[in-house]
T-cell receptor, first 120, second 111 residues
């Protein structure tokens, strides 16, 4: 059973970089056909897709966030990460990592989420 | 792209059927059959309940069904149960590798 667990600092200062990691157990992030993604939910708001990492290393980003976001995979640790630069209070959210196999248009396996707060 | 449009809330009595609409455009829902739905109980991980408009993942009851007409997708929950009370989000491919355009979410209340 594939399991995902988010981790990272709960508090980030405005204008700094938010860094989160998703640790995967149960399969390799480089296994064929997998897509690994980040989704967030700001307080009182809906879900927002941030971006996805294909098993090959190719990345895909939400156009509204693309200029500030980088998703990378680390096969040695079987993790993938999210870096979001120049954060503001509007980036305060619960961040979920998730994955799917085959089609990149949905996520059928999710982590529990981690709250990241942007505040000075 | 703008978020997909969902009603803020829908309610129904146990045993009834309810439908949650999700409105998009000809560039997302209208263009692709890549609509998915998620059930989200606050504080928990979202759960995929429908994908490719109307397909159910293993383990999701047949009470959950999906459809699409034009630029609008719909989630129908039949035989409403107390545990169905949750937030529901639609999601669509929006082209140009924008894999996940979500709706704002609908709170389903079981009266």
């Amino acid at each position: 059973q594939l399991q995902l667990q988010e981790s990272g600092p709960g508090l980030v200062k405005p204008s700094e970089t938010l860094s989160l990691t998703c640790t995967v157990s149960g399969d390799s992030i480089s296994s064929s056909d997998y897509y690994w993604g980040w989704i967030r939910q700001a307080p009182g708001k809906g879900l927002e897709w941030i971006g996805s990492l294909q098993y090959s290393g190719r990345t895909f980003y939400n156009p509204s966030l693309e200029s500030r976001v980088t998703i990378l995979g680390d096969t040695s640790k079987n993790q993938f990460s999210l870096k979001m630069r120049s954060v503001t209070a509007a980036d305060t959210a619960v961040y979920f990592c998730a994955n799917t196999k085959g089609e990149p248009f949905y996520f059928d396996n999710w982590g529990q989420g981690t709250l990241a707060t942007v505040s000075s | 792209q703008s978020a997909l449009t969902q009603p803020r809330s829908v309610s129904g009595s146990p045993g009834q059927s309810i439908t949650v609409p999700c409105s998009g455009t000809s560039s997302d829902i209208g263009a692709y059959n890549y609509v998915s739905w998620y059930q989200h109980h606050p504080g928990k991980a979202p759960k995929l309940i429908l994908y490719d408009v109307s397909k159910r993942p293993s383990g999701v009851p047949a009470r959950f069904s999906g459809s699409k007409s034009g630029n609008t997708a719909s989630l129908t929950i039949s035989g409403l149960q107390a545990d169905d009370e949750a937030n529901y989000y639609c999601c669509s491919y929006a082209g140009s590798y924008t894999f996940g355009l979500f709706g704002g979410g609908t709170k389903v209340t079981v009266l």
